[in-house]
């Protein structure tokens, strides 16, 4: 079965760090994960991003110098390093898995939640005093 298993978040304190952790299954055909998060009412934004294809990590400009992407020894696994945590950072985090192509010209990956096929469960992530 073919899906994706995400752990990791929590509640923290200002300046404190969390650990997301994102791992697809049984999927052999994957290209690129991206980081969203949502909060209610609003949609799924994107956060930071790792491309099999490219090599690559890509971040949004609000969690740069902050969160750092990563992957595990077998490039399986990936982690989202959360650090310096703040109360804005606060928000359901889904890790997704696109199987195919998503970069555009200057090889960024697509910031539209609609071009990646599989899902994690979603982790809540809640930063206050």
């Known amino acids: 079965q073919v899906q994706v298993v995400e752990s990791g978040g929590g509640s923290v304190q200002p300046g404190n760090s969390l650990r997301l952790s994102c791992t697809p299954e049984n999927m052999f055909n994957r290209y690129t994960m991206a980081w969203f998060r949502q909060v209610p009412g609003k949609d799924r934004e994107f956060v930071a991003g790792?491309?099999?294809?490219?090599?690559?990590?890509y971040y949004q400009d609000a969690v740069k110098g902050r969160f750092i992407v990563s992957t595990d020894n077998t490039k399986t696994t990936v982690y989202l390093q959360m650090n310096s945590l703040k109360p804005e950072d606060t928000a359901v985090y889904y890790c997704?898995?696109?199987?195919?192509?998503?970069?555009?010209?200057?090889?960024?990956?697509?910031?539209?939640?609609?071009?990646?096929?599989?899902w994690g469960q979603g982790a809540q992530v809640t930063v206050s005093l």
């Open positions: 790792y491309s099999w294809i490219r090599v690559n990590t």
């Open positions: 997704a898995v696109a199987t195919n192509y998503v970069h555009g010209v200057y090889g960024v990956p697509s910031h539209s939640a609609g071009e990646y096929a599989y």
